[in-house]
């Protein structure tokens, strides 16, 4: 199996940037798709982007579509998250999750993996 570990989070100001990483460990990495998700106070835990093992594929949600980017470099074992124009509604934890499913998925019981979580807070 794969270990994963999330870092990156932080406080930001409306309209900053940060970028979140996704570091793994155990089994080859560049078997795996990512997705990265999201829970705040007193919600679910909602999908915001995924990437295939390859990199060749990303898909996001419309939440996030023009502002965060997906990406991955293999050689280091680690997924990324650009987060950019950030918005106070972007505040949450953040979870990457890792499967090797065939497709990437928008479903969170479709990973099998998880890491603990990076807080972001974005401020107003």
């Known amino acids: 199996q794969v270990q994963v570990v999330e870092s990156g989070g932080g406080l930001v100001e409306a309209g900053g940037s940060l970028r979140l990483s996704c570091a793994a460990s155990g089994r080859t990495f560049s078997n795996y798709n990512v997705g990265w998700f999201r829970q705040a106070p007193g919600k679910e835990r909602e999908f915001v982007a995924a990437?295939?093992?390859?990199?060749?594929?990303?898909y996001y949600a419309d939440s996030v579509k023009g502002r965060f980017i997906i990406s991955r470099d293999n050689t280091k074992n680690t997924v990324y998250l650009q987060m950019s124009s950030l918005k106070p509604e972007d505040t949450a934890v953040y979870y990457c999750?890792?499967?090797?499913?065939?497709?990437?998925?928008?479903?969170?019981?479709?990973?099998?993996?998880w890491g603990q979580g990076t807080q972001v807070t974005v401020s107003s």
């Open positions: 999750a890792a499967n090797t499913r065939l497709a990437i998925t928008t479903l969170a019981y479709e990973y099998d993996y």
């Open positions: 990437i295939s093992w390859s990199g060749r594929n990303t």
